[in-house]
């Protein structure tokens, strides 16, 4: 199966649960170089996207998952040291994350909540008031 489909089926049941935002296959192709992937031989088990904000060194972490049936066993400690790989190789300063039900994970992971008018601008005109998620943010170093 190809990397597209491999993601959309590993975020398709916490979609359903609305605890993942729905993305096509169109989104998720066009950014496919944004994704963070841990295979367990060539299948999928852990992902995340982490989209340039293009504004301020600033990256946006979307999409983070670990399959249910590899859970609790410490792939999302693997996957945030992948996520933050990558964005001291894109030269981001931070990254942030918009969630309504993964605070524990954030606070546990050193994430730091902060507020809208702390994310880049272009990105407080896109913050959906009515999901009114938690917001978290975390230093590359
Ligand atoms: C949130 C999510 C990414 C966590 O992934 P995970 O791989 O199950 O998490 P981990 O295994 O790294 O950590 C979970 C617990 O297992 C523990 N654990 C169990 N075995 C472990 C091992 N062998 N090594 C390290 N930690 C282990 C960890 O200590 C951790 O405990 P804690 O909650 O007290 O910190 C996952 O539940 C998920 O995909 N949820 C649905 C999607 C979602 O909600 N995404 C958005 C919000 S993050």
Redo the contacts with the bound molecule.
């Keep these: 199966m190809d990397k597209v489909s491999q993601i959309l089926n590993l975020i398709q049941p ?1 979609v359903d649960e609305g ?2 935002l729905s993305r096509s296959k169109d989104e998720i192709e066009q950014n496919i170089n944004d994704f963070v992937l841990l295979f367990n031989d060539d299948q999928l088990i ?1 992902c995340a996207g982490l989209k340039d904000c293009q504004e301020g060194a600033v990256g946006e972490i979307y999409s ?3 399959a249910q049936n590899v ?7 693997k996957l945030l040291t992948k996520i933050l790989e990558s964005a001291k190789q894109r030269q981001f300063a931070k990254i942030f994350a918009l ?1 309504k ?2 605070t ?3 606070t ?1 992971n050193g994430f730091t909540q902060m507020q809208i008018s702390d994310l880049p601008s272009k990105r407080q005109q896109y913050f959906n008031h009515d999901r009114n998620s938690s917001i978290f943010f975390k230093d590359v170093n």
Excluded at 71 to 77: E, M, P, T, V
Aim: charged residues 20%.
């Design positions: 916490f605890k993942i852990a983070l998952a670990v859970q609790n066993k410490g792939l999302s400690k969630t039900f993964g524990n994970w954030f546990k």
